[in-house]
T-cell receptor
Framework: DTGVSQDPRHKITKRGQNVTFRCDPI?????LYWYRQTLGQGPEFLTY????????KSRLLSDRFSAERPKGSFSTLEIQRTEQGDSAMYLC??????????????FGSGTRLTVV | GENVEQHPSTLSVQEGDSAVIKCTYS??????FPWYKQELGKRPQLIID?????GEKKDQRIAVTLNKTAKHFSLHITETQPEDSAVYFC?????????????FGQGTTLQVKP
């Protein structure tokens, strides 16, 4: 286990199509986060999980976005009916739980989405 | 709502000089403040962090200071080197709830000129 893995690295899709991204966290990390990053901006929070439970979802996230972490391991982020404004880098990160005393994130390399 | 402001947006220094990046946060209950370095085309990587019960932390050429009263914290890089050139992000974690969510600043592009 060498870190957080994301797949695919790049995705080009036509407007209106659905896309799904996958994230495999560090195996001992029970928290998993999804962020979106556009050029020149900091990562923007989308949602996060503790084990399989989705604990928080950004109010900025439209109903077209959904995320799952069915077995508390890997997670998927789906965007339905993509729009050009969805074009961004989608970053996944994982961390230990708060009770384990380490809040630091390990980020994946991201999935770059381009909607044409 | 939760907000982190970061300044400056760009910073250019000569090799060997010091660089300082400042962030302010809005949530007085925030208790954890990490800094990330992101090189072009790569993932953000944690370089240093500080918790609210500590005022300063140092790791070789980098240090972070925290002023809880003023709700701001700063990254200090001494003896800068060209490989320090990157985008740096500060972040804060809300302490008022059991969340791991981090709120990030807008980033500072640091250029170290040889």
């Amino acid at each position: 286990d060498t870190g957080v893995s994301q797949d695919p690295r790049h995705k080009i899709t036509k407007r209106g199509q659905n896309v799904t991204f996958r994230c495999d966290p560090i195996s001992e990390h029970n928290r998993l986060y999804w962020y979106r990053q556009t050029l020149g901006q900091g990562p923007e929070f989308l949602t996060y999980f503790q084990n399989e439970a989705q604990l928080e979802k950004s109010r900025l996230l439209s109903d077209r976005f959904s995320a799952e972490r069915p077995k508390g391991s890997f997670s998927t982020l789906e965007i339905q009916r993509t729009e050009q404004g969805d074009s961004a880098m989608y970053l996944c990160a994982s961390s230990l739980g708060l009770g384990q005393g380490n809040y630091g994130y390990t980020f994946g390399s991201g999935t770059r989405l381009t909607v044409v | 709502g939760e907000n982190v402001e970061q300044h400056p947006s760009t910073l250019s220094v000569q090799e060997g000089d010091s660089a300082v990046i400042k962030c302010t946060y809005s949530d007085s209950a925030s208790n954890y403040f990490p800094w990330y370095k992101q090189e072009l085309g790569k993932r953000p990587q944690l370089i240093i962090d500080i918790r609210s019960n500590v005022g300063e932390k140092k790791d070789q050429r980098i240090a972070v200071t925290l002023n809880k009263t003023a709700k701001h914290f700063s990254l200090h890089i001494t003896e800068t080197q060209p490989e320090d050139s990157a985008v740096y992000f500060c972040a804060s974690r809300a302490g008022s709830s059991n969340t791991g969510k981090l709120i990030f600043g807008q980033g500072t592009t640091l250029q170290v000129k040889p």
